[in-house]
């Protein structure tokens, strides 16, 4: 029994979520629709990677959005200037910002807890500043404008596809997203879960059983660095242009929110709050609720976030697992 | 050039040289030497304060001394990570139990082991058939620990939910199940009824058996006058006494140090 529902949990839930963002554009073709679609999947991808350090590792990095940036200006240098081509771009982003997570990891794994984040942050900030004032390279505060939109070439074909309409743009994303997952997983459900476990409870004890907690930092640190990069380099050619602001202190926001609200280092609550909270916003900005302004919304955040890490550490899908197993609990007794 | 170790018969096992540890100016182990052999009992005493932890963190890494060394299977261990002393056979426990609360009672076994058995990221992350034996291995320690200390109904519980008690003896299992030739228990009977307090001596001695050498701290001084073939005493960072236990029992200056001139 316990088997049937980890195997629905871990390999049942994910290939369900999958299935559903495959057919659901076919079905719905409305811009709109499109658009919420692109925001869940690289909301979750984003997600992901951000739990893999935040939720498994313990160390909330504020300063992720660093690795989309550069991923993303990257990706403007490597398509407009060498003409790389999209995967190309995008896996080289994903080698280098690995590379970087790495060197990056290397000083600031130093110190931890609340001065880690803060470090991070302080991170994120120097790095929008010289994007910001590094005009030559990253346009400014005037954006770097002109990527090239990724074009597709195939044997088959004489004339290669260019990428244009956001469904084309959805459906490069989404095999990226069933990888992430998969990693995901591969990384979490393994032993290599486990040390990662190991070392966010307690370093001391990791260490006296063999564990370098360094090490497992470092990979955490890196995966998610190389997807983030990645992601920045989809972003890139698909909205063509990237400000310093597109790499701002709100998507670490939104992120906090959605794993720790959802739950973190648990795959169906990362989802589960990657989902909610990037429909939920342009959902309500569309309802036309004037409460729901950027403004208004991160002060709304801030209250949800305090609010669940003081009355529900584990998220909304520990509290789904404490509900279940209670109606379960009653459910053995009735019967 | 390293002087050679107190006089003990045969190779130590664990030989630590004129070990000194400073925090802050204060001395905390001062020109300590000790030896222990393959398969002995040996329990280290003395009051509060006197020492014992930060040698136990000295040896196992944790702690890096100022002046000494510290010699494992005759390899200088002095300056290593505590988890390359770990993978070496030299396991601990801690004063304040250990454990991870979120992981489930049999992989806080596993994971214990895990990293005694194999250390291939890529492999893990492809979950290779190698790995997938040595997970069935794994899993057949984990039954034989769990059995042995009685926790085999709770091995899918997570850890949290287990009493002091129980988490004592986990943490213990833990030290043991990557088969190590040395084992650093810090207060293993602190805070524990006397049932388990028989439980735990017995286990040590049966283990002792099986040819573990076991180093200990404890306060219990009916358990380390049971269970020690011999007895370190530090007072003040420095070793004052070395013996028997009977011998200890007599000695003036241990006297002194635990109640005073």
New interface residues.
Partial sequence: M?TSIQWFRWVGIPAFFLVVLTVLPLIFKTGFMINALINVVRWTIFALAFDLVAGHIGAVSLGQPIFYGIGAYLTAYLASELGLGWLGCMLVAAVLMALLAILAGLAFFRIRDVTFAIGTLGALIVTQLVANSAEKITGGALCKTGIPRPEIILPFLAKAIKIIQPIQYYFLLLPFLGFTIL?YL??TR???G??F??VR??E??????????LRYKL?AFAISGALIGALGSWQAQYVTVFCPSDMGQDITTALLIMVFVGGAARLSGVVVGAVIFSILPPFLQVMGSQYFQPAYQEILYGIILITVMLYMPDGLDGLAGRLFRRFQHHKKEGG | MVAPYPSIDGAPLLGVHRLTKRFAGVVALNQVDLAIRNCERVSLIGPNGSGKTTLFNCITGFCRPEVGNIQYKGVDITHERPDKTALRGITRTFQNVKIFPSLSVADNLAVSLQQHQEDDLMKRILHMPSIRALDKIAAEKVDHFLGMIGLSRLRNESAAKLVYGQRKLLEFACALIPDPDLILLDEPVAGVNTTMVDQMKRYIMEINEQGKTFLIVEHNMGVVMDISERIIVLDYGVKIAEGTPAEIQQNQRVREAYFGR
């Fill in positions: 316990k990693l591969a990384l393994s032993r290599i486990k040390a476990t190991a409870e307690d001391a004890r990791a260490s006296a059983i063999g564990i370098y907690p990979v």
